[in-house]
């Protein structure tokens, strides 16, 4: 079927979590929503996995949890970090007033199908793979619409609302000339994974020894690694041999010794590059931001989806209701921002916190290293390893539809 021109109440750009599940939203109140994903499926390794508390709830609330929860997964209570030998419970999920009382970790691609499959029942939700947004449509100087290249053609959707959520490298920031503050980030981290066996540990590790810091996300049959290196060392790390690196891991995980060749090449080593930003405003004539595409988190905590999820849930709640009424839509943005602001600003000031008087240090450390005395103090106490489940695992506003 030819598609050259469309017109939809709201054009959604990016189908990841945050962009699935706020047209899922919209359309549940009767909005007409047209989602853009330029990849052909959801199928992309290395892709934050981890469903949060706050999101169970959301799906429980929906109805679909126990679908979620037959897909491929596995669910952890307990995040631990080891230290020097010293091994520190963090975070104990299973404290939580919550449905679900761990996160689960689903492959995105899984978790991002069924939100699909459940949109796309619904008559007024249409989601068009290999749509890549390049450029806003303009009516009398406001943007009225996206222009995208789909199935090798140029198409037009005219849209009351756009909504992007691209993702922090997002297309639609950079056309839109929006004001990115940039905080900052002092590592980058390499993503690989290494087949799990039976006996292996069952928790999420991380493991920070002076110079290295390694975690261990458990996946069931494999482990999804991540090697924190100090921002902008990869190609220096590259240069000292493959058997350096593999080294390396092994000084921190001697059980992996029978299977640490399963990395061949640095082909099976993945780069992300880290950065933590935010946009100033959210926000331009009918056009609003949402997800990594207004704010980029740190990997620290894993909380960047659960914030992207929570910014549709808001997103949604507030706009669905008043879409059909409103000819501008600058003060429900404000509004919108205001309300997810806060948690971001707040997440963000604890990661960078984290980054800097705990990550960076044990990564330039050459002696022994130990977590900040006064976290030691707090962790020997359960409310306090409570508080900081409830922080990476609903945030710091949780959000209902």
């Known amino acids: 079927m030819e598609i050259n021109k469309l017109k939809t109440s709201c054009c959604i750009v990016g189908g990841g979590p945050a962009g699935l599940i706020c047209g899922y939203l919209l359309a549940l109140q009767g909005i007409e929503v047209v989602v853009l994903e330029k990849h052909k499926d959801f199928l992309r390794d290395f892709r934050g996995d981890t469903i949060h508390p706050s999101t169970l709830q959301l799906l429980h609330d929906l109805g679909f949890l126990e679908e979620l929860l037959k897909l491929p997964h596995s669910e952890i209570d307990k995040f631990i970090i080891e230290v020097s030998d010293k091994k520190y419970t963090v975070a104990d999920f299973s404290s939580l007033d919550t449905v679900c009382k761990f996160i689960a970790l689903v492959p995105q691609w899984c978790f991002l199908n069924l939100i699909a499959d459940k949109a796309e029942k619904l008559s007024n939700f249409k989601l068009l793979m290999q749509a890549e947004a390049i450029d806003f449509i303009y009516y009398n100087n406001e943007i009225?619409?996206?222009?995208?290249?789909?199935?090798?053609?140029?198409?037009?959707?005219?849209?009351?609302?756009?909504?992007?959520?691209?993702?922090?490298?997002?297309?639609?920031?950079?056309?839109?000339?929006?004001?990115?503050?940039?905080?900052?980030?002092?590592?980058?981290?390499?993503?690989?994974?290494?087949?799990?066996?039976?006996?292996?540990?069952?928790?999420?590790?991380?493991?920070?020894?002076?110079?290295?810091?390694?975690?261990?996300?458990?996946?069931?049959?494999?482990?999804?690694?991540?090697?924190?290196?100090?921002?902008?060392?990869?190609?220096?790390?590259?240069?000292?041999?493959?058997?350096?690196?593999?080294?390396?891991?092994?000084?921190?995980?001697?059980?992996?010794?029978?299977?640490?060749?399963?990395?061949?090449?640095?082909?099976?080593?993945?780069?992300?590059?880290?950065?933590?930003?935010?946009?100033?405003?959210?926000?331009?004539?009918?056009?609003?931001?949402?997800?990594?595409?207004?704010?980029?988190?740190?990997?620290?905590?894993g909380v960047g989806i659960n914030l992207a999820i929570q910014d549709a849930i808001a997103t949604a709640r507030i706009l669905g209701p008043k879409i059909s009424e409103l000819k501008n839509f600058k003060k429900i943005f404000s509004q919108i921002q205001k309300r997810r602001e806060f948690p971001v600003k707040v997440t963000q000031k604890l990661q960078v916190l984290i980054q800097n008087k705990i990550i960076s240090k044990a990564l330039i450390s050459k002696d022994k290293i130990d977590l900040p005395i006064a976290m030691r103090f707090l962790l020997k106490f359960k409310f306090f390893r409570k508080f900081i489940a409830k922080k990476m695992g609903i945030g710091v506003r949780q959000e209902k539809f």
Not at 240 to 259: A, C, G, H, V, Y
Not at 266 to 287: A, E, F, P, Q, Y
Request: charged fraction near 25%; charge should be positive; aromatic fraction near 10%.
């Open 144 to 301: 009225s619409g996206i222009i995208a290249r789909y199935d090798n053609d140029e198409i037009q959707i005219s849209s009351k609302l756009v909504i992007s959520a691209d993702g922090r490298h997002s297309v639609l920031r950079e056309k839109a000339k929006l004001e990115l503050i940039n905080i900052g980030a002092p590592m980058d981290v390499l993503w690989l994974r290494i087949s799990r066996l039976d006996n292996d540990p069952k928790e999420i590790m991380a493991k920070m020894y002076p110079g290295k810091m390694f975690v261990m996300l458990n996946r069931k049959n494999y482990w999804q690694c991540a090697y924190i290196i100090p921002k902008g060392f990869y190609e220096e790390i590259k240069q000292n041999s493959l058997e350096s690196f593999k080294n390396n891991i092994l000084e921190l995980t001697p059980f992996f010794q029978d299977r640490v060749n399963e990395l061949r090449t640095w082909d099976d080593i993945k780069i992300l590059s880290v950065s933590v930003d935010r946009l100033k405003t959210w926000h331009k004539s009918n056009l609003l931001f949402i997800g990594d595409s207004a704010h980029a988190m740190s990997p620290v905590g």
